[in-house]
């Protein structure tokens, strides 16, 4: 069962937003009104693949794993600021809620791939393990991006350069990985 979140009314919402001293203690950032607890939606699947190798139970709930967009992982989250979160990202600069949702596209782009692999019943546990640790070592720099954007460090040249990898990219990517994984 959900629990019951209080709603912040539409004026503490707008008060906060045009203050940002009133987004103290919120995680939301100030600047680009975007908060890192997006991220732990990334960081829960990076998790997951890093267990597979010696733990591969893991794979199953890895494979449970599902895309969110930053709206929808706030309203799915139990986080208490979440209708402050899902607001200023409503309103937020175009060039920092563009970026986040490129970076979010890619890396949901590399899991979705990722399940799709290892729901091949024919992966070797060495295959298994080598792919979940591949896949971890690529998103770990985009969540780093996605974390640097969130909290205003990139400059507003670095912005607008992530781009979405098409699926035949990505996976050319993980036949190369596996195929190596199969010569050692």
């Given at each position: 069962?959900?629990?019951?979140?209080?709603?912040?009314s539409?004026?503490?919402?707008?008060?906060?937003?045009?203050?940002?001293?009133?987004?103290?203690?919120?995680?939301?950032?100030?600047?680009?009104?975007l908060?890192?607890?997006?991220?732990?939606?990334?960081?829960?699947?990076?998790?997951?693949?890093?267990?597979?190798?010696?733990?591969?139970?893991?794979?199953?709930?890895?494979?449970?794993?599902?895309?969110?967009?930053?709206?929808?992982?706030f309203?799915?989250?139990?986080?208490?600021?979440?209708?402050?979160?899902?607001?200023?990202?409503?309103?937020?600069?175009?060039?920092?809620?563009?970026?986040?949702?490129?970076?979010?596209?890619?890396?949901?782009?590399?899991?979705?791939?990722?399940?799709?692999?290892?729901?091949?019943?024919?992966?070797?546990?060495?295959?298994?393990?080598?792919?979940?640790?591949?896949?971890?070592?690529?998103?770990?720099?985009?969540?780093?991006?996605?974390?640097?954007?969130?909290?205003?460090?990139?400059?507003?040249d670095?912005?607008g350069?992530?781009?979405?990898?098409?699926?035949?990219?990505?996976?050319?990517?993980?036949?190369?990985?596996?195929?190596?994984?199969?010569?050692?």
């Amino acid at each position: 069962m959900k629990p019951t979140v209080s709603r912040p009314s539409a004026a503490a919402i707008a008060q906060a937003l045009a203050n940002p001293v009133h987004l103290d203690g919120t995680n939301i950032n100030p600047v680009t009104l975007l908060a890192t607890d997006y991220l732990n939606h990334f960081n829960e699947a990076i998790m997951l693949l890093e267990m597979i190798p010696s733990a591969p139970d893991c794979k199953e709930d890895f494979l449970t794993w599902r895309p969110l967009s930053y709206c929808g992982h706030f309203e799915a989250s139990r986080f208490k600021y979440r209708e402050l979160a899902i607001a200023a990202y409503e309103v937020s600069d175009p060039k920092y809620r563009n970026e986040i949702d490129q970076l979010a596209k890619h890396m949901s782009m590399i899991l979705l791939a990722t399940c799709d692999a290892m729901r091949s019943n024919d992966l070797s546990q060495h295959t298994l393990g080598v792919l979940a640790e591949t896949t971890a070592r690529w998103l770990r720099p985009l969540v780093a991006r996605a974390g640097s954007v969130i909290n205003g460090e990139l400059e507003d040249d670095a912005l607008g350069t992530s781009e979405t990898a098409p699926q035949e990219t990505i996976d050319a990517l993980f036949d190369r990985e596996v195929e190596e994984a199969l010569r050692a």
